[in-house]
């Protein structure tokens, strides 16, 4: 391995107008490691429009070739036009004067000579040595070639491609038929995409091969050779701080080019979507738990028996505390009427729950008294005096409540038309919560549901039964 320049350092030299934002230093730190041979399978999840074809697609290669002009390295893509147009950029960074400072070895056939060695849209050979680049769509052939290193960067054009079986089976087959077999002991593999579906490749590999999650620069070196080495980078983080990706939950991975007010707008538009390509938490639609969604309301009916509050307060630092005011019909239909959403702290978010139950007329309100609930359940008594505030403890299993009472909650619960606008965060964590339990992020609103459910639904169908048995 050449020590003349680090990766990130070779982007700025060859490319002075590059923008190098600190996830981009990341990224190209663990590109450098797989171009040093640290890393044998690597898999990395971005969201679309920042710079990951740049780093892998364009200054990898070209970068691998100068280190090791005898490097045989394949570019694959959904079509071979944009697979090409990589391997020219990369045939015009090496032909650049930087470059030639930078890796003086490494250079290929201009103007037709020498004419000896191969020069296309498709392939470039290394002159004076074995290395070369090819460049392939998906489908392509590459028979007769040895592979020291394949790149595969986006396999599916679009979601039209992603959510078609056919497509999907003949990327699979294309991959195991063609990638795999033109590939040797110690050849690497890259994969850099943006996830459309959770049967993409990716998703399918990570089914049957093992994957490591990328959490510390340490575990570079536990990853085992037949191990892949995974990352997703959020558009905005969710989960808490690691050593590779140190943002603070909430916090954009470009504000630059896109701020979170833009990807909350796109987040609105479609929250499905959202997580797949932004957050990198692809789910079919046969996946969801709750389908194709909530019935919608736009004014309550006469005959309401109930007004109501359910709160469940955060069970870990970045969970959502979740409050949903509610009323209840005489056919056992739940209108949610009002909803307080939010990561907060508690002194904030028991003054915004006190305001709502205040402000909504609820006179009884229920609070999970987990995690510190009770001491919240108490600041909302002071704060809002005239609502009954009761709080308990929950103790049966959250996956089990949240699973088996799914298709009442979507049966009964109702929300106030436009509530995608009103509460997006709300929005997108149900409209996008899988039957997977474990995949899911965030529970918290699919809990509250679940709950009020319990509390008017099945409770109350239970005490009916108990008192027709006694009669």
Known sequence: MSDKIALNDFARYVYPFIEVRPFHDTYYKLLQYFAEGRIRKLM??????????????????????????????????Y?????????????????????????????????????????????????EHQGCLISVGREGSLTGNRVDCFILDDLYKDAMEANSPVI???????????????????????????????????????????????????????????????????????????QIDPRAVGEVLWPERQDIKLLENKRRLDPVRFECMYQGRPSSQGGLLYGDGFAEWTSLPHEIVTYANYTDTADMGDDY???????????????????????????????????MLQHNNIRSALIESNNGGRGFARAVQRLAPRVKVEWFHQSNNKEARILSHSATVLHSVRFPRGWNLRWP???????????????????????????????????????????????
Request: with cysteine; proline share 3%; net charge negative.
């Open 44 to 77: 990395v999840s971005m969201p679309p429009q920042h710079g990951k074809s740049m780093g892998a697609s364009t200054l990898l290669p070209a970068y691998m070739l100068g280190v090791n002009p005898d490097c045989r390295i394949a570019i694959a893509s």
């Open 79 to 127: 079509s071979a036009t944009l697979a090409n147009k990589f391997n020219r950029r990369v045939q015009r960074l090496i032909e650049g004067r930087e470059y030639g400072d930078l890796f003086s070895d490494t250079r290929i056939k201009c103007g037709g000579k020498p004419p000896q060695w191969l020069r296309t849209a498709d392939e470039v050979e290394i002159i």
């Open 168 to 242: 999907r089976e003949n990327c699979w087959e294309w991959y195991t038929s063609v990638v795999r077999t033109r590939m040797h002991n110690d050849s690497q593999e890259l994969m850099v995409f943006t996830r459309w579906h959770d049967e993409d490749l990716i998703g399918v590999l990570r089914r049957h091969e093992k994957c490591i999650e990328l959490k510390e620069w340490a575990d570079v070196d536990r990853v085992g050779a037949n191990e892949w080495l995974c990352i997703n980078l959020e558009a905005i983080k969710s989960g808490e701080p690691t």
């Open 321 to 355: 505390l979740c409050s949903i005011c509610y009323a209840v019909d005489i056919d056992e239909n739940i209108y949610i009427t009002d909803v307080v959403y939010s990561r907060e702290p508690m002194e904030v978010t028991e003054q915004l729950v006190a305001q």
């Open 425 to 471: 965060e709300l929005y997108a964590h149900l409209s996008t919560y899988r039957r997977d339990f474990k995949s899911n992020r965030w529970h918290d609103a699919a809990d509250v549901l679940t709950g009020i459910v319990e509390k008017e639904i099945v409770e109350h169908n239970r005490r009916k039964i108990c008192r027709v048995g006694f009669l």
